[in-house]
């Protein structure tokens, strides 16, 4: 049973890409079925607030975009897999291979999972795109010791309207939750709206 006073946290250990669709008044109406990446190594999250985002007039409140925070996340993996490449980065299927070029990046849902001394968590980002990929060669030395050569894409996850009328940037739960067991097979996000209307 583990320590219910401990507070310790691993790494990733499995990560998904699901298709978004827009509707025409840019909120969410769709989610893809979630495509498993194999290969994940390391996510460094961090949050970006635009508090400071705020217009004065009138001798007050005039704008504030303070809500607008965004998730950034450098995600590192052995290698991004071609359907991340083509779908989301906008890579061209062409010769038999892939091309870089004049594509067009998608946004995406992204899955993963946390490992926890409290069990796994599960984590989903409903707006994301991805940066460009970087990856840092190197040779084999002359001792042969082999170095990898892993790749990185940043990660940014917006606050989205979701289906149900909803603003959400992310949402998780813990194993053992009720959407725990179902939680790679579709996005969830809860089925009805925050305030519905009277």
Partial sequence: MPNTEAITQWGISKLAFAEVTFGTDGAITAFGTPVMHRG???????ANTNDGNRQAADNGLHYDAGGNSTKSGELQVAKFLDFFKRDYLGYIEEGGGLGEGDGTKKSFAMLFEVCTDQGAARVVW???????????????DVDGN????PETSTIT??????PNGNRRSAWSCA????????????????????????
């Fill in 40 to 46: 994940a190594i390391n996510l460094n999250v961090s």
């Fill in 126 to 140: 409903y707006d994301c795109t991805a940066g460009p990929i970087s990856v840092t060669y190197a040779t084999t």
């Fill in 146 to 149: 082999v170095t990898f050569s």
């Fill in 157 to 162: 996850g917006a606050k989205a309207v979701l």
């Fill in 175 to 198: 194993q053992g939750s009720e959407n725990y067991d179902s939680f790679f097979t579709a996005v969830f996000f809860p089925e009805t709206k925050e305030n519905p209307e009277p």
